[in-house]
T-cell receptor, first 114, second 116 residues
Framework: GAVVSQHPSRVICKSGTSVKIECRSL??????MFWYRQFPKKSLMLMATSNEGSKATYEQGVEKDKFLINHASLTLSTLTVTSAHPEDSSFYIC??????????FGEGSRLTVL | AQTVTQSQPEMSVQEAETVTLSCTYDTSESDYYLFWYKQPPSRQMILVIRQEAYKQQNATENRFSVNFQKAAKSFSLKISDSQLGDAAMYFCAYRSAKGNAGKSTFGDGTTLTVKP
């Protein structure tokens, strides 16, 4: 099956700094990727849809300036959490859609903001 | 807007037994996809099974099968001969068949415990 790789898997940063998370499709081209946030034992909350070569589409309530998404190529989307604060600590997951609409997920990135 | 409901936050099953996870959804569309995803403690989500709404036959993947009731908007997952490795959080998801980049709607998940 399709492989989506996400990096880093864990990151700890100081409050006020920015953190970049990468999501790569390793064996296929992904024109669309999705970024989610997941709280412990909760469902995935869609943050934004990342479209290659164009601006991301953000869900209602998600701050565009806080969560910068760039999809510069068909195999790479990045999520940058800017000026991170402790409340941004969470598990972030990316996914890419293939063929019949199924999603392939990255391994997830655990962000801890001190 | 579509909604997906998983009414069982937690379920448990004895190893080698069968368990059924419930999922209902609400949509006005006639063409769509339904999925079950598994998220083990390692956290990477993987696809368990997929069902196209236009297909009447229930999807099956080895020990995993679904009971798709389109009129009732129900999509349950049956796990037969449960194994310890089946322990995970399971998410039911819906995606419209319209367009190429539609987002998926997820249920709140069911945590499955498998007892040895």
């Amino acid at each position: 099956g399709a492989v989506v790789s996400q990096h880093p898997s864990r990151v700890i940063c100081k409050s006020g700094t920015s953190v970049k998370i990468e999501c790569r499709s390793l064996d296929f081209q992904a024109t669309t990727m999705f970024w989610y946030r997941q709280f412990p034992k909760k469902s995935l909350m869609l943050m934004a849809t990342s479209n290659e070569g164009s601006k991301a589409t953000y869900e209602q309530g998600v701050e565009k300036d806080k969560f910068l998404i760039n999809h510069a190529s068909l195999t790479l989307s990045t999520l940058t959490v800017t000026s991170a604060h402790p409340e941004d600590s969470s598990f972030y997951i990316c996914s890419a859609r293939v063929s019949h609409g199924e999603l392939f997920f990255g391994e997830g990135s655990r962000l801890t903001v001190l | 807007a579509q909604t997906v409901t998983q009414s069982q936050p937690e379920m448990s099953v004895q190893e080698a037994e069968t368990v059924t996870l419930s999922c209902t959804y609400d949509t006005s569309e006639s063409d769509y996809y339904l999925f079950w995803y598994k998220q083990p403690p390692s956290r990477q989500m993987i696809l368990v099974i997929r069902q196209e709404a236009y297909k009447q036959q229930n999807a099956t993947e080895n020990r995993f099968s679904v009971n798709f009731q389109k009129a009732a908007k129900s999509f349950s997952l049956k796990i037969s001969d449960s194994q310890l490795g089946d322990a995970a959080m399971y998410f039911c998801a819906y995606r419209s068949a319209k367009g190429n980049a539609g987002k998926s709607t997820f249920g709140d998940g069911t945590t499955l415990t498998v007892k040895p």
